[in-house]
């Protein structure tokens, strides 16, 4: 058995800066008449709560865990918001097949392993047009300190719901950024690169993913080589 995690941002889907735009939303709401500057702050690759840290840093707003329940509340409700009233959650090309492909294959697993929190990175999936169901092994934002611990907590849901256990090496995760592909050796995984989102085909070889694409429109080879892997 093979377990494949999917990345969400960049890998699957854009939304057009929907979450960034949700997260500031969610800070003028919950903190009026405070200014909020996404200046200096990384998204590539990160974990939404450490997104949310460094951003209290810089404004100096309250960072205590009550605090951080009521903005992940209220992040999802305003990305909703905005979903709703313009979904611009939109299935990168190729993605939605390769999903359809693998879900057909009795020896894959498919999951989703991702810096989002999990209510919102449902949201964005479904949002994009991608039927959940075929993800069973997912590892979100809350389920780590940092991206690195996510791996094996999609193995152990894997395990949960197969009934089998399956090696660091029989993981394949699918990301676009450096993130992705160090959070995958440091685990002994593999990792597949897509040139999708904002580190070039240079970058992601340099960082050394197992094999980089500019996309995922060729889903047909794709889905040999991780059959194949």
């Not at 903190?31 to 500057?37: D, I």
């Not at 939404?48 to 992040?75: K, M, T, V, Y």
């Not at 909703?80 to 097949?97: D, H, K, M, Q």
Request: hydrophobic residues 45%; aromatic residues 4%.
């Amino acid at each position: 058995m093979t377990l494949v995690l999917f990345d969400i941002d960049g890998t699957l889907l854009k939304t057009a800066g929907a979450g960034m735009k949700a997260m500031a939303d969610t800070l003028h709401e919950l903190h009026p008449g405070s200014s909020v500057a996404f200046d200096g702050i990384s998204f590539n690759g990160r974990l939404d709560h450490l997104i949310w840290r460094d951003l209290c840093a810089a404004h100096g707003l309250d960072n205590s865990p009550p605090a951080h329940d009521r903005f992940r509340e209220r992040f999802h409700h305003h990305l909703s918001t905005r979903l709703a009233a313009n979904n611009t959650s939109v299935a990168l090309a190729g993605a939605r097949e390769l999903v359809a492909r693998l879900a057909q294959r009795t020896e894959l697993t498919l999951g989703l392993l991702t810096g989002n929190y999990e209510h919102t990175g449902r949201l964005k999936v479904a949002s994009a047009g991608f039927d959940l169901t075929p993800f069973v092994a997912n590892a979100w934002a809350d389920d780590g300190a940092t991206r690195r611990h996510l791996p094996p907590v999609a193995m152990q849901r894997c395990a949960a719901r197969t009934g089998r256990t399956v090696p660091s090496s029989r993981v394949i995760i699918i990301g676009d950024t450096e993130q992705d592909i160090d959070c995958a050796h440091a685990n002994g995984c593999v990792c597949l690169a897509t040139a999708t989102g904002t580190v070039s085909r240079t970058e992601l070889e340099s960082a050394g993913a197992d094999l980089v694409v500019d996309d995922l429109r060729d889903a047909a080879a794709i889905e040999e080589w991780i059959v194949a892997a």
